[in-house]
């Protein structure tokens, strides 16, 4: 499916990045048109990333997650998963991301000094307590083949700990349930 508001999803959640200030999931969802068509069945957009060799663990790991919580809510809703992409009603395309918190200077960011201690040595200053907590980035669009996303949008949470695979499971499906609130269930 050809995202043609990949750039505009791409912007919300690099926006949602900068505004996110504390652990709380950030959503924000593609809002539906006209009512669209009946939809019973759909096909992932892209390869899984357990068959790249190169990904790295921790994304494949939220990859599997990922395709596990749409999987559930999918079938929840009663539509199925066909392999064919040009053969299903809908096809469902995403993007996860981990971004790795990274402090600057203040020689880097005029605001840095302003964030933390005043009274800190120059050049030292106290981090957050959630330094390294990795912010992950999830953009899900669920169209026609090669149409514009019709439900979706794009989510935004830190993760205070990663390492944790039922709360990356749990943030996953919250943030899946809340971009695909608006998916009507599948007509047969």
């Not at 009946?38 to 790249?52: C, I, K, N, R, V």
């Not at 939220?62 to 999918?74: K, S, W």
């Not at 600057?104 to 907590?133: H, I, K, M, T, Y």
């Amino acid at each position: 499916m050809q995202f043609r508001t990949l750039g505009q999803l791409v912007a919300l959640a690099l926006g949602a990045l900068a505004l996110l200030a504390c652990d709380t999931l950030d959503v924000e969802r593609v809002q539906p048109g006209a009512a669209p068509v009946a939809f019973s069945t759909y096909a992932w957009g892209q390869s899984s990333l357990s068959e790249d060799t190169g990904a790295a663990a921790q994304l494949v790991e939220l990859d599997e997650d990922l395709r596990t919580a749409v999987a559930a809510l999918m079938q929840s809703r009663g539509y199925r998963l066909v392999n064919d992409p040009t053969g299903a009603d809908m096809v469902m395309d995403y993007q996860v991301a981990i971004i790795e918190e990274e402090f600057a200077s203040e020689a880097e960011n005029s605001s840095w000094e302003a964030q933390f201690d005043s009274n800190a040595q120059r050049g030292v200053v106290e981090l957050p307590s959630q330094v390294g907590a990795p912010r992950v980035i999830l953009t899900l669009g669920l169209g026609r083949p090669g149409g514009r996303v019709i439900w979706g949008g794009s989510a935004t949470k830190l993760l205070a700990r990663p390492e944790n695979a039922e709360e990356r499971r749990r943030t996953l499906n919250t943030a899946v349930q809340e971009l695909l609130l608006d998916l009507p269930a599948a007509a047969y």
